[in-house]
């Protein structure tokens, strides 16, 4: 959800903070044999420019950003989302019980942008 | 209306169908994990981690490394045929037995790349160590249900072989036996193996039916999504 936030608002520049997805906590740690985890980040943040000009952003959102600047009651600024992910593996039991290898691309947040 | 206990809620369900998973309904598994299984995902581990190598030494994407075919989707599947080896047939037969294995969990969307039998004597060191063994494996021909008995008689023998010793595993790539190469996608597959001496000679007391209690039978099956798989990015 795009949220209107003016230019020195106090949220930080849109980056990549620390998400650990535990399997325990979510109940699935009896049939997931690994990872017991995994460090899959999320993106926060503001993307206001010219700060966010730092960080990947498209030009559309520059564009997006000055309309924001002139009109917050009718453009939102663009959003702080992930533009790099990495993939990770899972080993599980599955209902037949077969242990099963399984590739997941776009697991882990590696960078964020503006978009 | 409230979810029976063990019972999975509706956003869960929907976030685990989304990735393609089919937890065990029942209580936690206790079958140990095969090494290989270990083997492949500490390596698919260590190939997703960031690396400064050139492209040309990158892995390939939706790539099995260490069985040299494409995929992103491996099952170890076990032997679900009868426990118990009925008795051989004949006098120089020393094992028979009916292997079953359940693919149901296929899905269509999936490409098979490698389907590989494994056959596990144990360690039958005792047992006529310079014997050597015929080995046989045939299909099980016509439909068959879950549970119900082989009609023994309906049988095409795939592939016959001589080994030297059944000390360590032996491996059958099925795909090149011919096996659900096809556009016919399997639900399961019935085989028969047959296991007798390569030379005339008494074996120990008790050494075939040593032979049928140790043996563990499984299946390696791979098969790539590509829906899963995202190509490698385009140089612009």
């Given at each position: 959800?795009?949220?209107?936030?003016?230019?020195?608002?106090?949220?930080?520049?849109?980056?990549?903070?620390?998400?650990?997805?535990?399997?325990?906590?979510?109940?699935?740690?009896n049939?997931?044999?690994?990872?017991?985890?995994?460090m899959?980040?999320?993106?926060?943040g503001?993307?206001f420019?010219?700060?966010?000009t730092?960080?990947?952003?498209?030009?559309?959102?520059?564009?997006?950003?000055?309309?924001?600047?002139?009109?917050?009651a009718?453009?939102p600024?663009?959003?702080?989302?992930p533009?790099?992910?990495?993939?990770?593996?899972?080993?599980?039991?599955?209902?037949?019980d077969?242990?099963?290898?399984r590739?997941?691309?776009?697991m882990?947040?590696?960078e964020?942008?503006?978009? | 209306?409230?979810?029976?206990?063990?019972?999975?809620?509706?956003?869960?369900?929907?976030l685990l169908?989304?990735?393609?998973?089919s937890?065990?309904?029942?209580?936690?598994?206790?079958r140990?994990?095969?090494?290989?299984?270990?083997?492949?995902?500490q390596?698919?581990?260590?190939?997703?981690e960031?690396?400064d190598?050139?492209?040309?030494?990158?892995?390939?994407?939706?790539?099995?490394?260490?069985?040299?075919?494409?995929?992103?989707?491996?099952?170890?599947?076990?032997?679900?045929?009868?426990?118990?080896?009925?008795e051989?047939?004949?006098?120089?037969?020393?094992?028979?037995?009916?292997?079953?294995?359940?693919?149901?969990?296929?899905?269509?969307?999936?490409?098979?790349?490698?389907?590989?039998?494994?056959?596990?004597?144990?360690?039958?060191?005792?047992?006529?160590?310079?014997?050597?063994?015929?080995?046989?494996?045939?299909?099980?021909?016509?439909?068959?249900?879950?549970?119900?008995?082989?009609?023994?008689h309906?049988r095409?023998?795939?592939?016959?072989?001589?080994?030297?010793?059944?000390?360590?595993?032996l491996?059958?790539?099925?795909?090149?036996?011919?096996?659900?190469?096809?556009s016919?996608?399997?639900?399961?597959l019935?085989?028969?193996?047959?296991?007798?001496?390569?030379?005339?000679?008494a074996?120990?007391?008790?050494s075939?039916?040593?032979?049928?209690?140790?043996?563990?039978?499984?299946?390696?099956?791979?098969?790539?999504?590509?829906?899963?798989c995202?190509?490698?990015?385009?140089?612009?």
């Amino acid at each position: 959800r795009a949220t209107h936030h003016s230019p020195d608002s106090p949220d930080p520049p849109c980056a990549a903070r620390q998400l650990y997805i535990n399997f325990q906590e979510v109940g699935w740690h009896n049939w997931i044999i690994a990872p017991r985890g995994f460090m899959a980040n999320y993106c926060q943040g503001h993307c206001f420019f010219p700060t966010a000009t730092k960080i990947s952003s498209l030009n559309h959102a520059v564009m997006q950003s000055l309309m924001h600047s002139v009109a917050p009651a009718t453009t939102p600024p663009p959003c702080c989302v992930p533009v790099k992910l990495s993939p990770i593996s899972v080993l599980f039991y599955d209902n037949s019980d077969n242990v099963v290898l399984r590739h997941y691309e776009d697991m882990v947040v590696d960078e964020c942008g503006c978009r | 209306a409230q979810p029976q206990p063990g019972a999975l809620s509706p956003q869960a369900s929907a976030l685990l169908q989304t990735l393609g998973l089919s937890p065990p309904s029942g209580p936690p598994p206790t079958r140990p994990v095969p090494s290989v299984m270990w083997r492949l995902f500490q390596r698919g581990t260590e190939a997703a981690e960031p690396q400064d190598l050139p492209q040309e030494s990158q892995p390939l994407p939706c790539h099995v490394e260490e069985l040299g075919v494409p995929g992103n989707i491996v099952r170890h599947v076990l032997d679900g045929g009868a426990s118990a080896p009925p008795e051989p047939a004949s006098g120089s037969l020393c094992l028979e037995k009916p292997l079953f294995f359940n693919l149901s969990f296929l899905d269509l969307k999936e490409q098979l790349t490698l389907v590989r039998l494994e056959l596990n004597f144990g360690a039958p060191g005792d047992l006529a160590p310079d014997q050597g063994w015929e080995l046989s494996l045939a299909q099980a021909q016509g439909p068959r249900l879950w549970g119900q008995p082989l009609h023994w008689h309906q049988r095409e023998v795939l592939l016959s072989r001589t080994v030297p010793s059944l000390r360590d595993p032996l491996y059958f790539d099925m795909l090149s036996l011919g096996l659900m190469g096809n556009s016919t996608f399997p639900h399961n597959l019935s085989l028969v193996l047959e296991v007798l001496p390569a030379r005339e000679g008494a074996l120990p007391p008790g050494s075939c039916s040593m032979l049928g209690r140790s043996l563990e039978a499984s299946l390696l099956v791979v098969t790539l999504d590509p829906q899963l798989c995202q190509p490698a990015p385009r140089k612009r």
